[in-house]
């Protein structure tokens, strides 16, 4: 099993299991070519690398971190135009009054569909939004998605 961490990402060729936790606001992009059995997923914190303060880790944030996930699949054998997309996360999982509500969840979530759709990578499944937090593991054998959550059980994209 590897794990990937908050603000970091990791490619693999089957057979190999790659995991991400607590999902929250965060995003867990998989991406997976069935042809080749080349997977990974970024865990992106941010929508955009332009706002913020630190700019350094570029897996942060969902504008450079699916490109980087991408090339980096590329490199290991992947073809792009055969890539899929699944996508975790991007709860609310605070609740604010309205006007200081920061939505960064949705955020995420827009900035992420927004960043598959110029690199015209499909979204083949979703598990977005509400107000709980997830775990995702893909599974390169067969590119199949495992969303677990404590209030939603397990599900299987």
Partial sequence: MIIVGMADSA???KPAKIT???LGSCVGISLYDKSTGVGGIVHIMLPS???ARSKDNIAKFADTGIPLLLDTMVDEGAY???TTAKIAGG???FSFNSQTQLNIGERNIA???RTLKELKIPIAAEDTGKNYGRTI???TENGELTVKSALKGIKIY
């Fill in 137 to 139: 593991i893909l599974d």
């Fill in 11 to 13: 490619v693999a060729k």
């Fill in 80 to 82: 792009k135009h055969r």
């Fill in 91 to 93: 709860a609310s999982m």
């Fill in 111 to 113: 900035a992420t569909k």
């Fill in 20 to 22: 991400t936790l607590g």
């Fill in 49 to 51: 690398r332009e706002q």
